[in-house]
């Protein structure tokens, strides 16, 4: 076993993991945390996507381990995230899900594509989302709501350069 | 979909890895991203007794341009190269290959170091570094030593690495003007692996070179092709001659529709880069 330290939610979690835990199963099954799904294992799906240090990561494919000392976010720590918010309003309004399987791995990815991104479009959505799988096949209203979200967001144009002195 | 047990280690220096790496008597191996690793543990083709976790190591982390070349330590991610983190001494060919590998959960992560470690036949990295004539520097318990990318991988997934070797970095040679370059590959969808890489370059004095990845087991320079494509007023029917030629000495296992689809992609990318 190996002490880790995770900054978890905004929280300190002080656990002992097995070295071969991944992210997901100790999210999941030692604290609890079942928004994070797992459809494949491999990286593929994109259903376990969470955030670390800021990033988008797939919680498949790091180790309990290599989280110490890092802040991990899950959907669960994003409730009142004014992007969440946001996306999560989209998502019912467009009617983005079915089953709701891949939903939190679809939010935490479509959150990343807004952070990166000022008004993405239909197309460069479909782009970014292609490492996300829906089984029930709902990706135009996934995508939908993910541009109308963008559209929401007010961006304002740079401040123009400060005149030289003269 | 779950590992087999093992012990982990996070040493301090690239020297300590190197160590706990040799470890007598253990099947070990080094992780960094993980974005390759994880899988292979998980579907238990990678057994080992030992994980040692590199990817903490700042002395992998290193990014810098010298004189005449750019440095790129091990550990630089898919994502920082897309991001335009790292100097762009090649005309944004870095940019692109980085920004198509797999999905973006997956480039934060995922390494050139892993990438080129692993030797997947078609992985993009090899193929992109081959292009360029990058070599790899390499620590181990012998000391450090320097090697030709195109040397360093012998077959699919087999390198010169050894028991305790670590990938500290590659120096990629700066082109003496603004790099001209196509890049093409074919793959089932965005992100996935390729079925095949071409990149094009062209070199200030005129000189094309052309590199096949994804069509046998490691990246080829495609020697004949780029002699005819750097031949004044060849013809289309010259250059698919000189590619056949290519495919024979190189890649003498492709069937009739690999060949037509790698021929496909390699004038797409000579195409891109005129
Ligand atoms: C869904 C998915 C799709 C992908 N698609 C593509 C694609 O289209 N193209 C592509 O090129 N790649 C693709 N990849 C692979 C990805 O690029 C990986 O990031 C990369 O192959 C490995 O890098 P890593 O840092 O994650 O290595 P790890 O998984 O940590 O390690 C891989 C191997 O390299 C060794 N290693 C790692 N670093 C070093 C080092 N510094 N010195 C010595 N040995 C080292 C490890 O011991 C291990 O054997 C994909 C991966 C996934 C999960
Ligand atoms: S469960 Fe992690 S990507 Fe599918
Ligand atoms: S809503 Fe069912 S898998 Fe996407």
């Known amino acids: ?166 | 979909m779950k590992s087999a047990p093992f012990d982990y280690l996070r040493p301090k220096t690239v020297a300590e890895a190197s160590v706990a790496l040799g470890r007598r008597g253990a099947n070990t191996a080094a992780i960094a991203g993980g974005q390759s690793l994880m899988p292979m543990l998980g579907l238990r083709v990678a057994l080992i007794d030992l994980l040692v976790d590199i990817s903490r190591l700042d002395d992998l982390k290193l990014v810098t341009e010298t004189l005449d070349s750019l440095w790129l330590g091990a550990l630089t991610t898919h994502a920082a190269i897309e991001d335009g983190k790292v100097p762009d001494l090649f005309n944004g060919l870095l940019r692109r290959v980085a920004g198509q590998i797999s999905y973006r959960a997956v480039r934060n992560h995922g390494t050139i170091g892993g990438s080129v470690a692993l030797a997947d036949p078609s992985a993009d990295w090899p193929c992109c570094l081959i292009a360029l004539d990058a070599t790899v520097r390499i620590a181990g318990r012998g000391g450090v030593r320097v090697e030709r990318v195109a040397d360093f991988i012998h077959d699919s997934y087999s390198t010169t690495l050894t028991t305790g070797d670590i990938i500290v970095g590659f120096d990629i040679p700066a082109p003496k003007a603004p790099l001209r370059w196509g890049f093409a590959k074919v793959a089932r969808k965005s992100g996935a692996f390729a079925h095949s890489i071409a990149i094009a370059t062209q070199a200030k004095d005129g000189a094309i070179s052309v590199v096949l990845g994804a069509a046998g087991p490691r990246p080829r320079p495609m020697t004949a092709t780029a002699n005819q494509l750097t031949a004044p007023a060849s013809s289309e029917e010259q250059v698919r001659a000189a590619i056949t030629a290519d495919f024979d000495a190189h890649f003498a296992d492709l069937d009739a529709y690999q060949k037509r689809m790698h021929t496909a992609n390699i004038l797409r990318a000579v195409r891109e880069m005129r």
């Open chain 1, 1 to 166: 076993m190996t002490a880790i330290t995770v900054e978890l939610n905004g929280v300190k979690v002080n656990d002992d993991v097995e070295p071969r835990q991944s992210l997901a199963d100790f999210l999941r099954d030692r604290c609890g945390l079942t928004a994070t799904h797992l459809g494949c294992e491999h990286g593929a799906c994109g259903a376990c996507t969470v955030v670390v240090d800021g990033l988008a990561t797939r919680s498949c494919l790091t180790l309990a381990v290599m989280a110490d000392g890092r802040a991990v976010s899950t959907l669960e720590g994003l409730r009142a995230d004014p992007l969440m918010t946001l996306l999560r309003r989209h998502f019912h309004e467009s009617h983005a899900l079915q089953c709701g399987f891949c939903t939190p791995g679809m939010l935490i990815t479509a959150r990343d594509i807004l952070q990166r991104y000022v008004h993405p479009n239909a197309e460069l959505v479909r782009h970014e989302l292609s490492g996300q799988i829906c089984r029930c096949t709902g990706y135009a209203n996934i995508v939908k709501a993910i541009v109308a979200a963008g559209q929401d967001i007010p961006h304002e144009p740079p401040a123009p350069e400060p005149a030289p002195e003269a």
